[in-house]
């Protein structure tokens, strides 16, 4: 052995973290053929799992771990990056992460011992948008990173660091790697016209999938966050920063969300600071913050922002940057520092490398922030979960805005609320001079007994669509929340509870996430100056997903307890299989509409042939009410009713007698055709996901076949989604037609229009077919000319009808409350008020007299305040106004959803209108002979 080998030994045995000699591992460029970066290429999945697996085997950095399927089927990897002699003690560390995230049976002195020993744990992530392509490529990149730098900092933070590196999703980046790199001649790659949505049902839509989870890479990705490693930091990338800029870097603007601790946001503020001072130092202008975007701290949904629900320091960046150089444009507000934008970028051409760098730069800032407070970030996330059990022991009031103004309002109404400010070098900042100085007696007002928080939230086992309640609780499951289910039957409050009841305690390390789930968001009125237009919410402004779903439930404001029995924590639950009830000489069974899953039921039944009624009236519906469904005696029904009843827990009964034919209509499955179009359309994804859950057979239908006609030889009902039919006086734009389109897309190419698609619309319904439109969709009806105006307008000075302008009535994605007939078959099983998922929706005025119109109304807005849940600038507009109707047209039918009934596949208190529309297109009078 020379000395110089030795040397070379002794060198890379004092670096401390293992060998990792490059001379062992295989760099990127060496695996895929081409560096990360380089211009017009991109890696598959393919070839990136290859490479994670070929640098794990190599490295004793890093650790794969399979973290579940794809909705398509492949593996979704995470990498795990930390020092050898970490990996040796993962679980040890893993355990406690888990241990001060969840806070319980935690002393202070514990808690601060295991935050000393511990290791920060860090989420970097990459790929959720698969056409964002810099995420996925920083991903490889930093991986290899992390395997191979043996830089002093780099030795550090793999010491004091665990890094998740997550994919976050798979199928997309084979899709659009591979649509890109089809072109031979590299200069001719584009990323243009990507021919369907990028995650199998949901494209862009799986960043707004966290809290409920219906997709397979979200479910997999909250285990890893939630109920596995409880990272404190969690840093999610994205593209496309502003134009004129790099990259938006945290922190957010306003409005943030109420329900969280504070301590979050300060993390936030911590981190952002850190990734822009390593920009500075590296000499890498052009990173903004707060106003440079939209993007706030309210909302909860994206893989980012349901991790402050959890205590979590959340992130995201976006950055600008594509395979294909690109020039950065002279925006002339984009060169004026300011606090959000203190280094300007000049315009530029840019290259695919240069975003790579930007982002391993960001993602260091990140992991050597996070070593250097690595102790104070474990205790902080362990005080988060104290802080939230402790809120849950005792009487806490949540901050909510509109509470407050009431009380200022009240104060008002007494004349309290005169300035007060006669200093003229008051520090009190903008609005402090108007803001009145109120009393002890107006701040005791705000600490009324009834606004309390709850202690907790019972959800009853004996409501009507347990099997939805079910589905609920399993939403919070997937996010770690702490649930309890009742032993025994018991009280409280003076209420009785059956046994097999939810109860969700708000002591728990995640009470902002479970508050969240069952209170309403109680947005700001947020305007960019008074009497000017909104400050649009980034993506919706309320959400309670309990709202959505129809969940009954009860708010408990004192402590409480009962025979709970605590579930252990990831544990699905099933609601509780019930035994098919014998028919005996009955004439078979009856089945209650008011369970979303009956549905599937129905659909098996069909499938198998077997006979399917329901009850319009009369006492054959037991207590379920219009709508029942009626199942004769028939050999082949009772395998799947007695699979149903146990596998949904459905209510169930014998039939004493059968029903008199009058009362029935027989079913038949139905042939549906849902619209799409090329590139996908997400709220047909999410219609399709629906669909297939309920195991409604379907086909998708472009607008080529839409428009060829003669639609009622192959279709029963038509379904079309917001977005599908444009309204009377839009132009749409030219289709973008990707070059080199392979020939089987070309059936796909097209849109709906007025002039072709309605006529061979208009043939299908006047030749007996269905139609549902939802939401933007109800146009049609004005195509059609039906007796409706939309509700949403005032005539100008000139006494011309215009829409209503957004500082007058504005409503983004809020929750409000409806009435409901329940007598029109399309609401059979549905409770006369439920909650409606608006979304800038259309609403209507029927402009005929009732008895002469073809329209009828289904749900309206009963009251001026229909608002539930988020925000409804000049709600009162609503009262008495339509959101659902029927129509008739010639033979056939048509159904305007005016709010989003099958919203993001959270809406589960409003697929029955869905599903009823459906099964209804089939439906006829029952012959005599039916009813046996
Ligand atoms: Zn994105």
Redesign the pocket.
Known sequence: MTLRSLLVISLVFFAGVGRATSASLTSPKEHFGFAIGDDYHLATYTQTEAYFKKLAAQSDRLRLVDMGRTEEGRTQWMVIATAPENLKSLDRYKAIAQRLARAEDLTPEQAHALAAEGKAVVWLDGG??AT?TVGTHQLIETVWHLANSTDAEMQRILRDVIVLCVHANPDGQELVSNWYMRESDPTQRSLNGVPRLYQKYIGHDN?RDFYMAAMKESTNINRQLYLEWFPQVVYNH??SGPAGTVMFVPPFRDPFNYNFDPLVIVGVETFGNAIQSRFLQEGKPGATSRSGANYSTWWNGGLRTTTYFHNMIGLLTEIIGSPNPIQIPFIARRQQPSNDLTAPIAPQRWHYRQSIEYSLAANRAVLDQASRHREVLLRNIYLMGRNSIARGNRDSWTFRPGRLEQVVRGAAGEGKVAGEDDASDSPDGPGGSGSPRLSQKHWDQFRKPEWRDPRGFIIPADQADFGTAVKFVNTLVKNGIALHRATADFSVAGKRYPQGSYVVKTAQAFRPHVLDMFEPQDHPNDFRHEGGPPNKPYDVAGWTLAFQMGVAFDRILEGFDGPFERLPYGQLQTPPARPLPAAGAAAGHLVTPRANDSFILVNRLLKAGVPVHRVRQGAATADFGPGTFYVPTHPAARAILERAAAQFGLDVRPAVAAPAAADLITLAPARIGLWDRYGGSMPSGWTRFILEQFEFPFEVVFAPEIDAGKLREKFDVLLFVTGAIPSQNTRPPPLNRPRNLPPEFEAQMGRITGEQSVPALKEFLQGGGTIVTIGSSTSLAYHLGLPIQSALTERNAEGRLRNLPDDKFYIPGSVLEARLDPTEPVAWGMPERADFYFDRSPVFSLTAAPGASPVKTVAWFESEKPLRSGWAWGQKVLKERTTVATANVGAGRLYLMGSEIAFRSQTHGTFKLLFNAVQLSTASPATASAAR
């Open positions: 959720l948008h964002e960043n994205h593209q």
